[in-house]
């Protein structure tokens, strides 16, 4: 089992060793180190020609870094054209100045067992982001509220498959727009103790979550270290707008980690076919990262593309396509060759519900997010409507469904026991296995076993009440919230941590936009 | 739409002549033409042990021909050391025998557009096969009749991207044991005009299945083209049992395929650990293989993998499972090395509900089958419950997500229309491509559309019931069935294949075992 650490939360300070001994944190696998190829579905022709045509959209079609600037002035310097908000990036340059980012960085999380590993081979799994709903088998569909998020932060905390608490795992509606940072920030970092997200809405909530990332770290740990990575939307097409990129040069500054990422639904955002989208995207990353590193030479950044496809009939974005598949795995070939971390993948579904069209677009997302080579998944659970929703049902669904990847990753042990002749010659024609020595060694970690799905006979299932996995899972949400107890923390610390919270939320006016 | 053929049946004679004119059949793709690369799981190395462990079984192992004395002979003929029933196949010998078998072959239809190309780069589609029982949302579980089998022929013919016919699509359990397959083969011949599988569960029966054949066809094409692939299932570990080969061995005098398919719950039917099945796997497939070369070199046969993994707690076979995965991949690579054409894959799941475990465990299954290069997939729709069950709603739903296979294995048109410059120059920075040229002109086919999930709005889907994907799909049966028509027939001949299946019923007595 050397695949999962972190039975045990580790925290200083004498009350906190003590609590030590009492408390057992849940068990949390380590991120996946693949040792299987990846999925390579463009030939090096067809990465050539997009990469040419990508710089060719720098240059001659350019990008607006829009109310900033600032910016524009670090890209003429940089010898770019600028032409009002239009920066016409000469070819080459843009790529020249993404090699002084990373191919990949440790992202430390408060329990040093859960760091992470951002790049090379690695997948970093981490839950839905974003949504204002939340749906529940008993409750249906509402607003999402700082319990609900609580809740999610708590789920997340027990996933033993999911590496990472994520951030904005729902919008909690219940608290003002200009304040809720600090209470899911506050939540992340005393509800769970794996690597978090911080801020990314305004400039000022990144300054705020650096600050209250030294609290938890200390002061030079921040400076010297990544403790946070955050998501920077482009506004595709090819738009940076002032606010995400001001929280972009907050975290550059910082050495914190943010995610690059184009946001696409094709056919709306970029052009309607594979290719056009794929020269869109790496436009983007090129002129996002190049401005990271203007910023701060060697800030950790990833390549990002959040892309999926359209439904042409109702203008609806579709999830789990063929086309987005495409996408993502050509956009890991391109980070690969740029040498950076790459970011994509999730639960994603168009589905109301947790039903099988959302298992289905769920499936096929996850299964060609790990096959394309993706480092860092946002959204890996939880993920329903489009977005909209954060399903308490489907995130103990999907998170249940990472521990396939996982295992997918692994790869074929080739080794004498892996060969297992001895078990073929003890057993022989017509006789079977169940009980040979091999199987008996081996039984135990031979086989991913699901958690929560149905394995039991029909008979058994039927008199049970012949449930459905949200049903199932309905159940699992329950007990884990039942069962969740916080990760052992100095209570100096949290002390400190609440008191900047109250502080800050006392120098502002609520704000509900 | 180059890739939708055969909107009108074909038919010789006067009167089907007139009633073509009159009668449309249903949309149905070509089967897939795959320009995506395999994905390749083992490196060289861990091939060539798995293929020198295969030939060490073969030799040193062996395998039991059981209750079958000529086959014996022709073993002892071909070279092989023959000890009771088991047959040691000297190292080399079965692979040498393989070389004579085609890489790949066509299967005839009635209808010739609906002829399938079974090797290459192909992927074939084939209903579910075998489950005794049927379910539907709303009579639930039950066995399954001759009517159900006509049901799922019907559903099979009008689902646009499913290639085949199949076989046993359920076992119509109203129909006595020894006749059922007169009634299966008529079902197919009449109710669609897509290639379909003849029976094995006896050798006599493959001989109504090929002297049906002959009515249909002609007995000059039946002798010179294929016009069945069966399905030859291996009795793992290592036991070839006279009744399966009785089959094999009239369909490969007959110049008919055959899949020659080990069947494996992995830790049950062979070693725990995928190294060790993948040898099995190999080694009884070069032993199918060379026997039906054996019988008649140049016969179409197929290299068969269906092997699962298990639930060790309960002893349940587990579908869409990590080492599930990591076999149909290698078994993948391990058959192109041998030059066959190779069956896995399928609709694969545990559920007993077509619900969201049944479509992750599915959609699992599916997306690996594709990229492992599999030629003919069984089962590709509508399994459910570990096989025990055929689903009328999940049939449709599984149906539909073999559209998403068929545009993945389409690749990233590279084209200067897929490049898309021209869109990117004219949009720009911060607009946007729905109203554009380029997208106006790709749009139809730009994306794959569902034409069943839910892409509603919420508050439309609310409005509508808030269905979920297995009420969607009942409806769709409904009105499937309701809107069924047969495709033409030569009405003599159809004549001719009743007459047959009447007299050969009257020539036996009902036999329920």
Not at 12 to 37: K, Y
Not at 367 to 384: D, I, Q, R
Request: charged letters at 20%; glycine letters at 8%; aromatic letters at 8%.
């Amino acid at each position: 089992m050397n695949e999962v650490a972190g039975r045990r939360a580790r925290s200083g300070g004498g009350a906190s060793r003590r609590a030590e001994r009492t408390a057992v944190s849940f068990e949390s696998a380590r991120f996946i180190q693949r040792n299987i190829p990846n999925f390579e579905i463009l030939n090096e022709e067809a990465l050539q020609i997009i990469e040419w045509n990508a710089e060719t959209v720098l240059e001659e079609i350019g990008v607006n870094f829009v109310e900033n600037p600032a910016a524009l002035d670090l890209w003429r310097a940089a010898g770019a054209d600028v032409k009002g908000e239009r920066v016409h990036i000469p070819r080459g340059l843009a790529r020249k100045l993404c090699a002084t980012a990373p191919s990949s960085f440790t992202q430390h999380a408060r329990n040093p067992d859960r760091n992470v590993e951002v790049g090379g081979r690695n997948l970093v799994l981490a839950p839905v982001y974003g949504p204002p709903f939340v749906r529940d088998a008993e409750g249906g569909r509402r607003y999402a509220t700082l319990e609900d998020f609580q809740n999610f932060v708590k789920l997340g905390y027990m996933s033993k498959w999911l590496h990472h608490s994520g951030g904005t795992v729902c919008e909690p509606t219940d608290v003002p727009v200009n304040k809720r940072h600090l209470d899911m920030l506050l939540a992340h970092m005393t509800l769970s103790d794996k690597p978090y997200m911080g801020s990314v809405t305004e400039p000022s909530r990144a300054e705020d979550s650096v600050a209250m990332s030294k609290i938890l770290f200390g002061n030079d740990f921040v400076d010297q270290n990544t403790v946070m990575t955050s998501l920077i939307n482009i506004n595709s097409p090819l738009t940076f707008d002032g606010i995400m990129m001001g929280a972009l040069e907050v975290y550059a500054k910082a050495n914190q980690a943010a995610i690059i990422s184009p946001f696409i639904v094709g056919g709306a955002m970029a052009p309607v076919t594979v290719a056009g989208t794929l020269t869109q995207v790496l436009a983007e990353v090129l002129a996002g990262v190049a401005y990271s590193q203007l910023i701060r030479p060697g800030a950790p950044v990833i390549f990002g593309a959040f892309v999926t496809s359209i439904d042409m009939n109702s203008g609806a974005p579709t999830f789990g396509t063929p086309e987005a598949a495409h996408i993502t795995y050509g956009a890991g070939q391109l980070a690969r060759r740029l040498g950076l971390p790459y970011r994509s993948g999730g639960s994603f579904c168009g589905s109301k519900l947790p039903d099988a069209q959302a298992a289905y677009e769920t499936a096929n997302s996850l299964n060609m997010a790990l096959l394309a080579g993706v480092n860092f998944m946002l959204h890996a659970c939880g993920w329903l409507e489009g977005g909209l929703v954060s399903s308490y049902e489907k995130f103990v669904m999907d998170a249940d469904q990472l521990g396939t990847l996982h295992h997918l990753a692994q790869g074929v042990m080739m080794d004498t026991n892996g060969q297992a002749m001895d078990a073929l010659r003890e057993v022989g024609p017509g006789g079977h296995f169940l009980g040979c020595e091999h199987t008996q060694a081996n039984f135990k970690s031979a086989f991913w076993r699901s958690d929560l799905l149905d394995y039991k006979p029909f008979e058994t299932w039927a008199e049970e009440g012949a449930r459905d996995t949200q049903a199932l899972a309905a159940e699992r949400v329950k007990k884990q919230l039942a069962d969740y107890h916080a990760p052992d923390m100095d209570p100096a610390k949290r002390e400190e941590l609440e008191a900047f919270v109250a502080q800050r939320k006392s120098e502002m006016p609520d704000a509900f936009i």
